[in-house]
């Protein structure tokens, strides 16, 4: 049997995803949680860990991305698969930097949620066709692609908000340049908070500052 794990905020989807796993041999739902804070103290106290975690990625408290870079830093033999309604190449690689072995887009068929499972215990790439093909899209690009500063285990996107945070620049003035919204903008504050470990951003600043991350 295959643990599997579900981080998902939208009860009626989280519902959908359950009934699925139920009805698919090999199978064996251990947690569901609504966010990505709650899926990893979950799994800090499972006796026995998940093997798979299909995550959400906008989900309150704590975001999908930044939980799977959790995860993955203390669990590295968990895999997780990103299911999202998000499309866009910024996800995609966002998704695969914090180090998820899959994507999959939601409303996929039964069959293909069971495969990626499968496929991710196998260490395979379980994606959905129109991920697959922005992937190959990315890889064929001759276009650089900025990778997170290793250092302070920021994503793409968190590094990004974290410089235009240093240049005194309003949530709404960032929402508005970055084309999300001013409560997409705040949750990246306070992850990047969380994983700097401070709890102003005078303090998200200057470390940003004297570590030459902006």
Do not use: C
């Amino acid at each position: 049997m295959i643990r599997v794990a579900i981080a998902e905020d939208n009860r009626a989807y989280s519902k959908a995803l359950v009934d699925t796993l139920h009805s698919l041999d090999g199978v064996e739902l251990t947690i569901v949680s609504k966010n990505g804070r709650d899926i990893y103290h979950e799994i800090v106290k499972a006796t026995e860990k998940p093997q798979v975690v299909l995550m959400d990625i906008e989900m309150p408290v704590t975001d999908g991305i930044s939980a799977t870079a959790r995860i993955k830093k203390t669990f590295p033999e968990i895999k997780v698969v990103m299911i999202s309604v998000f499309d866009d190449r910024e996800r995609v690689f966002e998704a695969i930097l914090a180090g998820a072995s899959g994507y999959l887009l939601k409303g996929e068929r039964p069959d293909i949620i069971h495969n990626a499972i499968k496929d991710a215990i196998e260490n395979r790439l379980p994606m959905s066709p129109a991920i697959a093909g922005l992937a190959l899209e990315l890889i064929k690009s001759s276009k650089p692609v900025s990778v997170a500063n290793q250092e302070n285990n920021l994503t793409v996107r968190e590094n990004e908000i974290l410089k235009e945070v240093a240049r005194a620049k309003p949530y709404k003035q960032i929402a508005e340049e970055l084309s999300i919204s001013v409560k997409t903008v705040s949750n990246h504050v306070q992850n990047i908070y969380a994983k700097l470990q401070v709890s102003s951003k005078a303090e998200a600043v200057r470390m940003a500052y004297e570590n030459q991350w902006v």
